[in-house]
């Protein structure tokens, strides 16, 4: 991992610039990942649910919603559980690049979260193209800030409104009476959180450190 993250860290700075020409076209709601077959995507338009260290990730409000400058590349395989996904973003002056390539599982056309099972209670239920579950090392400037923590990432219609990124969804302790839905079935977003594994009292989710990026436009390869 660390002897491709030079290379990484260029290709995806360069497609957050515009500087790369990608082919390829949105993802319409029709189309399907295959579970035997390389998935890969870009996604921009990035921003931050919440900060990092802040007591609130998930903002279903949408009240601190934060742009940067950055996005997502990846390329999967679920069919061997392998692949890539790098996201590079510019929060308060600072570089940030965290890297996904080993996964405990990779599943594609899912329903997680909400009251599924699969996921915590956090989202209503959504449709997952793509999903991942494993590990992810974090940079800050270049130097390693974390190595070998939790990450998901999932590849989903649009939970969020895109112009005020509310969430229709009152929280996982009201899920039973209010389970909340989707902004938009027929648009994607794609979501990607990384985490450390402490318990901090007073935080959502309830770790001292969870960056939630999540980008609106995405482009299949």
Known sequence: M???KHLMMVALAAVSAGSIAMGGSSLSHDEIASPNEVFS???TQ?????EPTGTDRFQYDGESINPVHGGIVASLNPSTNSGSIVASF???GDSYLMIADRFDRIVTNVELHGQTGMGPEVLPRVFSQIATFGPASVWKNGELLYEDIPAHLM???S???EVTHKVDFRGPRNIASYPGSVANPY???VHFVVHTEDNAPGH???NSWFTHFMADVVTVN
Do not use: I, M, S
């Open 41 to 43: 995507f870009v996604a």
């Open 159 to 161: 939970v969020r409104d």
């Open 90 to 92: 510019f929060y308060e």
């Open 155 to 157: 590849l989903t219609e």
């Open 2 to 4: 660390l002897r491709n």
């Open 46 to 50: 990035a921003y931050l649910v919440g």
């Open 187 to 189: 648009d994607n977003q």
């Open 204 to 206: 959502f989710p309830p």
